[in-house]
């Protein structure tokens, strides 16, 4: 781990309808009664909606050893981010395995 942090932001994100509202604060992208919940196949992972608009918000892992402690956001959602000079990278998440996922969370923090 790095002894500098990378400067962080906070950024806002609502679904379509303004009904599920949230904040998220991680590194600077330039350098919950109104969800509903849903998961499928192996239930590893809960996907969540807004219950009035259908925005998908956010998914979290439920799965032990699978992502433990983590959730991912729908950066679509989010005010003030231009998607197109953002880099992605893309996986296959049908084929992903628990050790992929282990494997995943140590580059992860090996990187923070």
Same mark, same amino acid.
């Given at each position: 781990?790095? %002894?500098?942090?990378?400067?962080?932001?906070? *950024?806002?994100?609502? /679904?379509?309808?303004? $009904?599920? $509202? *949230?904040?998220?604060?991680?590194?600077?992208?330039? %350098?919950?009664?109104?969800?509903?919940? *849903?998961?499928? !196949?192996?239930?590893?992972?809960?996907? *969540?909606? /807004? @219950?009035? /608009?259908?925005?998908?918000?956010? !998914?979290?892992?439920?799965?032990?050893?699978?992502?433990?402690?983590?959730?991912? &956001?729908?950066?679509?959602?989010? =005010?003030? &981010?231009?998607? +197109?000079?953002?880099?992605?990278? +893309?996986? %296959?998440?049908?084929?992903?395995?628990? =050790? %992929? !996922?282990? $494997?995943? &969370? $140590?580059?992860?923090?090996? !990187? @923070?």
């Amino acid at each position: 781990m790095s %002894d500098t942090q990378a400067p962080t932001q906070t *950024y806002k994100a609502s /679904c379509h309808c303004g $009904a599920f $509202a *949230y904040k998220v604060t991680t590194a600077s992208l330039d %350098d919950a009664s109104t969800e509903v919940s *849903y998961t499928f !196949a192996s239930h590893m992972v809960a996907h *969540y909606f /807004c @219950s009035t /608009c259908g925005s998908s918000c956010m !998914a979290r892992s439920v799965s032990p050893g699978f992502f433990d402690g983590m959730s991912i &956001v729908n950066i679509r959602l989010f =005010e003030g &981010v231009e998607l +197109e000079k953002l880099r992605f990278k +893309e996986m %296959d998440g049908r084929s992903y395995s628990t =050790e %992929d !996922a282990k $494997a995943r &969370v $140590a580059e992860i923090q090996k !990187a @923070s």
